[in-house]
């Protein structure tokens, strides 16, 4: 079955529920001047190349390619389409590598055909922070599709990041591959029940009514929480506690400093929406609440081009009930005028997804670390760590 993954330092099929494996690396780091200097062979047609992605054109270049080939629900209905503005955020966090954007170009007409792409990232697994690459935007043009080409991209990204002393990753996929820590459901909440139910996203429920299902679906005009507000600069130092203090509860979490935070979290014009309490009394920041803005193209539509989708991301909460918190960001994001509110079932997600009326996806994330095993699968519940 898997010809590639079988031979990676990752969990293998074989080896679920073997008691005598323990946790940690799966291999030992090799010497750096081990590490292979040259980049891998490609089919002769293509070349390598680094997309710079200060430079507008190249920024270009990878959001077409990704537009046209990316990821796609099962059906094929819906695909991916981030922005130009998302990827330059995505791929620029604190102490990027320029050569982990990684390119595959055709020699003869230098059209962008393939990519991938690493970003360094500290992540906890229980009380271990491993310096990791969270790797994401595997990329095949779909006219390549199908010629392990995926394999030379990954083991080039993994030279890459050997390369910078990293022999650990964290990656997702929608595809199940030797073998997922967790696996997580999409949940939907539809804002704008119309359109989606126009575009095929959602289907009208039995016994329901377009009228009824658009007022079972109506939210308030405005945030019911007192101190409710849009997180700023000067906000970081508190939110960077909360956070870190929130996030030390699951297995497997991101170890966010404060510049980290600044990058990730503070709010970017249709990148990343970020909101907090702070407390009218004591001024004290007491809970927060972020999703990112990452639309669809909608392929079969005469009307629609595309959906517009927010997605949770990371949200904590102390004084304010986590329900109360998230009602208000679905109130935020349907005044922003997104059709529909996305969120897995990650961390406490679950507490609120079936009172504020999501509802479960026909979509799986399965979550993955390259060279390092965990004893056990874990629950969604347990897992504190969301991927673009
Ligand atoms: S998941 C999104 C991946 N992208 C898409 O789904 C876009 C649309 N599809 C395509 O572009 C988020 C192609 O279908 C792709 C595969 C390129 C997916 N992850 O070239 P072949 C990420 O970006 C394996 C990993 O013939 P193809 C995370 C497959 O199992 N492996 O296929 C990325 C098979 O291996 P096997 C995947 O359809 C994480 C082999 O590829 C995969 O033309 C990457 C077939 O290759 C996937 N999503 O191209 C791993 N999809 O052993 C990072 C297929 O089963 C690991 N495959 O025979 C860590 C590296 C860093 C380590 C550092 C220490
Ligand atoms: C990670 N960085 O399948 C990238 N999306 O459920 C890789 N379904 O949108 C991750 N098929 O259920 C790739 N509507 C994995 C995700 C790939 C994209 C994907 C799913 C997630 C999705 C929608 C549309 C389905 C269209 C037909 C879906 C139902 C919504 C409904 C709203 C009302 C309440 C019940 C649910």
Redesign the pocket.
């Known amino acids: 079955?898997?010809?590639?993954?079988?031979?990676?330092p990752?969990g293998q099929f074989k080896d679920v529920g073997d008691t005598s494996l323990t946790e940690g690396p799966i291999e030992p780091p090799t010497p750096l001047s081990e590490v292979k200097q040259e980049p891998y062979n490609l089919p002769n047609p293509y070349e390598w190349t680094i997309c710079d992605m200060d430079s507008e054109e190249m920024c270009n270049e990878v959001y077409t390619l990704l537009k046209n080939?990316?990821?796609?629900d099962d059906e094929n209905m819906f695909r991916f389409n981030y922005s130009k503005e998302f990827l330059r955020w995505a791929l620029r966090p604190p102490g990027y590598y320029r050569s982990w954007h990684i390119g595959v170009r055709v020699k003869a007409s230098k059209k962008l055909v393939?990519f991938?792409?690493?970003i360094p990232a500290r992540i906890r697994v229980r009380d271990t922070v491993v310096k990791?690459?969270e790797?994401?935007?595997?990329?095949?043009?779909?006219k390549?599709?199908?010629?392990?080409?995926?394999?030379?991209?990954?083991k080039e990204?993994?030279r890459r990041?050997?390369l910078e002393n990293?022999?650990?990753?964290?990656?997702?996929?929608?595809?199940v591959?030797?073998t997922p820590i967790t696996t997580c459901q999409y949940w939907h909440r539809s804002l704008n029940p119309k359109k989606l139910i126009d575009v095929g996203f959602s289907r009208l429920g039995a016994r329901m009514t377009m009228s009824r299902t658009i007022k079972l679906y109506r939210l308030p005009d405005s945030t019911v929480t007192p101190g409710f507000r849009k997180m700023e600069l000067r906000d970081v130092p508190a939110v960077t506690r909360l956070l870190r203090n929130y996030l030390s509860q699951f297995v497997v979490a991101p170890d966010f400093d404060e510049d980290d935070v600044q990058h990730w979290l503070l709010p970017t014009e249709n990148v990343v929406d970020s909101y907090l309490v702070e407390s009218p009394e004591n001024h004290e920041i007491t809970d927060f609440c972020s999703f990112y803005t990452l639309p669809s193209s909608i392929l079969g539509s005469q009307t629609y081009s595309t959906l517009k989708a927010a997605y949770s991301y990371y949200n904590v909460s102390t004084k304010t009930p986590l329900l109360q918190l998230m009602n208000d960001v679905l109130i935020v994001a349907k005044k922003k005028d997104f059709d529909v509110f996305n969120a897995l079932d990650v961390m406490q997600n679950e507490s609120f997804l079936k009172e504020l009326k999501f509802g479960p996806g026909d979509g799986q994330l399965h979550y993955?670390l390259?060279?390092y095993r965990l004893r056990n699968a874990l629950k969604p519940s347990e897992l504190g760590l969301v991927?673009l």
């Open positions: 079955k898997h010809k590639f993954w079988e031979t990676q990752v080939n990316y990821v796609e393939a991938i792409t690493g990791m690459a790797v994401n935007f595997l990329c095949v043009h779909k390549l599709r199908s010629k392990r080409l995926a394999p030379v991209l990954i990204v993994t990041v050997h990293i022999w650990q990753a964290a990656y997702t996929a929608g595809v591959l030797p993955y390259y060279n991927l």
